[in-house]
C-alpha cells in the first residue's frame, strides 16, 4: 500500500486520463483545532467525486457543492475556511478553527507520474508550484522536511519520510510491514534464517539477509528511523539492539515479556552499553491493547511507534513494562 497523499494523486492522474476535470485541493495552513494538517491533498472531480480529506468532511461537501454549481478555478487559488465563529460552526471546523487552500486544476499528470515512479524506488521527492505562474517542479527532498508555503510557493513532500527496520520474517513481520507502508515508513525486513526469508512476500518493502548488526551499521539509522526486533531469536534481536540502542533511531524495540526483557537488558549491560542507551529500550514492545493475533499485536506495535514519532507520552503499558524516559 502507499501513503494516502499518493493515492490521492494516483486518482487524480486515473481521472484526468478518462478525461474528466480534476482539481487538487491542499492544506496550507491551519489555525485553531483544524483536523488536517498542512499538506493535506483531496482531489475534487467535475461531477462531485472526491478521494483525500482536507477537513474530515463538511469543508469537503461545500467544495463539491461549488464545483456542481459552476465555480471551477483556472487557475491555483486559494480559499479560506472558517474566518467567523459562525462560518467554523458551519463548516465543523472545532474550536473556531481556521482552515487555508489552495484549489488548483489538474491539466498534466507528468509530475504525478513522476513522483509515483521515484517514490516507488523508494525515494523522498518534493512538489513545488508557483501559485502566479502554475508552474511545477519535482526535486529530491530530505528526510525531515516539513510541507512549506511562503505565500506564493507551495512545497510538498512525498514518499516514505520515515525508516522501519524490522528483524524476523515471521507472520508478525508480514502484518506489520503491510501496516508500516501507508504511514509512511519505508520498510526493511532482516532475516539470515533462509527458511523464513524465502517465504517474504510483502510488495513495497525491502529484504536483507545479511546478519542485523551488520545491516544497522549499512543503513546508518538517523532520527527518523525505527526499529523493532521480533524473532524470537535473542542471538539475532540481542545483535540488533547492541547497534540500535547506540543510534540516533527514534524509536527501539524488542518482543518478548516483562521477565524477557529484564534478562535481554542483564545481557545487554554485558557489553559496550550505557545504561541510558539500555533505558532507550522499549520492552514488552508495544502498547498493552490485550491483543492476542499477529494485528492484533502489529496494531498494538505501531501504536506506540507512531506516539514516540509524535512526541505522545506512553501511558498504556503493562505495570513493570521498560518505559524509556522522554528527552
Known amino acids: 500500500m502507499d501513503s494516502l497523499d499518493l493515492q490521492v494523486l494516483a486518482q487524480a492522474r486515473d481521472w484526468l486520463a478518462q478525461g474528466h476535470k480534476v482539481w487538487l485541493v491542499t492544506v496550507i495552513e491551519t489555525w485553531g483545532s483544524a483536523p488536517r494538517p498542512p499538506g493535506a491533498l483531496l482531489c475534487l472531480r467535475g461531477d462531485g467525486l472526491v478521494v483525500g480529506s482536507v477537513s474530515g468532511g463538511c469543508v469537503e461537501d461545500d467544495l463539491i457543492e461549488r464545483v456542481r454549481h459552476g465555480e471551477r478555478v483556472d487557475t491555483p487559488s486559494l480559499v479560506t475556511y472558517g474566518v467567523t465563529k459562525e462560518e467554523a460552526a458551519r463548516f465543523g471546523l472545532p474550536c473556531g478553527g481556521n482552515l487555508r487552500l489552495v484549489q488548483e486544476p489538474l491539466r498534466d499528470a507528468g509530475w504525478i507520474d513522476e513522483i509515483l515512479e521515484r517514490t516507488a524506488r523508494h525515494e523522498l521527492v518534493a512538489r513545488t508550484l508557483d501559485l502566479q505562474t502554475s508552474a511545477v517542479a519535482v526535486e529530491p527532498a530530505r528526510r525531515g522536511e516539513e510541507f512549506e508555503f511562503d505565500g506564493r510557493t507551495l512545497r510538498s513532500v512525498f514518499g516514505p519520510r520515515w525508516r522501519m527496520l524490522i528483524i524476523g520474517a515471521g507472520q508478525l513481520s508480514r502484518v506489520l510491514a503491510q501496516m508500516a507502508l501507508p504511514l509512511d515508513f519505508e520498510v526493511t525486513?532482516?532475516?539470515?534464517?533462509?527458511?523464513?526469508?524465502?517465504?517474504?512476500?510483502?510488495?513495497?518493502?525491502?529484504?536483507?539477509?545479511?546478519?542485523?548488526?551488520?545491516?544497522?551499521?549499512?543503513?546508518?539509522?538517523?532520527?527518523?528511523?525505527?526499529?523493532?526486533?521480533?524473532?524470537?531469536?535473542?542471538?539475532?534481536?540481542?545483535?540488533?539492539?547492541?547497534?540500535?540502542?547506540?543510534?540516533?533511531?527514534?524509536?527501539?524495540?524488542?518482543?518478548?515479556s516483562r521477565l524477557n526483557t529484564a534478562r535481554r537488558k542483564e545481557r545487554l549491560a554485558l557489553f559496550d552499553l550505557t545504561p541510558q542507551e539500555i533505558d532507550r529500550l522499549h520492552g514488552p514492545i508495544g502498547l498493552h491493547l490485550g491483543g492476542k493475533t499477529p494485528a492484533e499485536i502489529a496494531v498494538a506495535i505501531l501504536a506506540e511507534v507512531i506516539a514516540v514519532r509524535n512526541g505522545v507520552v506512553l501511558t498504556q503499558k503493562k505495570e513493570g513494562s521498560s518505559m524509556p524516559v522522554r528527552a
Open 189 to 256: 525486513c532482516c532475516d539470515p534464517r533462509e527458511e523464513y526469508h524465502l517465504t517474504w512476500d510483502v510488495p513495497g518493502t525491502n529484504f536483507s539477509k545479511a546478519m542485523p548488526d551488520d545491516l544497522v551499521t549499512e543503513m546508518q539509522l538517523d532520527p527518523h528511523s525505527a526499529v523493532v526486533a521480533v524473532t524470537h531469536d535473542p542471538k539475532l534481536d540481542d545483535l540488533v539492539l547492541l547497534e540500535a540502542l547506540k543510534s540516533p533511531a527514534f524509536y527501539v524495540g524488542a518482543l518478548g
